[in-house]
């Protein structure tokens, strides 16, 4: 056997490997358990929002108060291992909104903790939902100084 055809039969044996190990999921099924699972969240939040205004809050007033309840929910199903299973069966449904991201802020303090407050809490908290503050903070200020730049020259 030449060299050229002995690495073929190796690519063969491991795209054959590769085929057997990937999980076969359907995307359809994926999309449908996505659309649920948001769905369900916003559902909650569309009914935190028609309850806060039932109670007489402005229109800010009971949106402010439907994030706070729901990355509070999103905490306290964190903190009994209870979200996770969520996030699992819903990917993306489960992830994307507010709830995703608080989830994600709040399992690494949590599985941390035994550290302590300072090395455990303090540092890993911010492990997943670091970049995207850090980013997001210099992308604002970025923003910023560039239309302060065009207020200046006029452009703006």
Not at 76 to 81: E, I, Q
Not at 121 to 132: L, R, W, Y
Request: include cysteine; glycine fraction near 14%; hydrophobic fraction near 50%.
């Amino acid at each position: 056997m030449t060299k050229k055809e002995l690495e073929q039969e190796k690519q063969k044996e491991y795209d054959k490997l590769v085929k057997q190990v990937t999980p076969k999921n359907s995307l359809l099924l994926q999309m449908c358990k996505a659309f649920l699972v948001g769905g369900i969240i916003c559902t909650i939040g569309q009914g935190i929002l028609e309850g806060a205004g039932a109670l007489g809050l402005d229109k800010d007033m009971a949106g402010t108060w439907c994030s706070v309840l729901l990355i509070l929910l999103s905490v306290v199903l964190t903190g009994l291992s209870l979200y996770q299973p969520i996030a699992d069966f819903g990917g993306a449904g489960a992830l994307v909104p507010i709830t995703g991201f608080a989830n994600s802020v709040c399992a690494p303090a949590i599985e941390f903790q035994a550290e302590g407050q300072v090395f455990g809490v303090g540092v890993k908290i911010f492990t997943i939902a670091g970049p995207v503050i850090l980013y997001g903070i210099f992308t604002s200020w970025l923003l910023g100084l560039l239309y302060w730049c065009g207020m200046m020259l006029g452009v703006v």
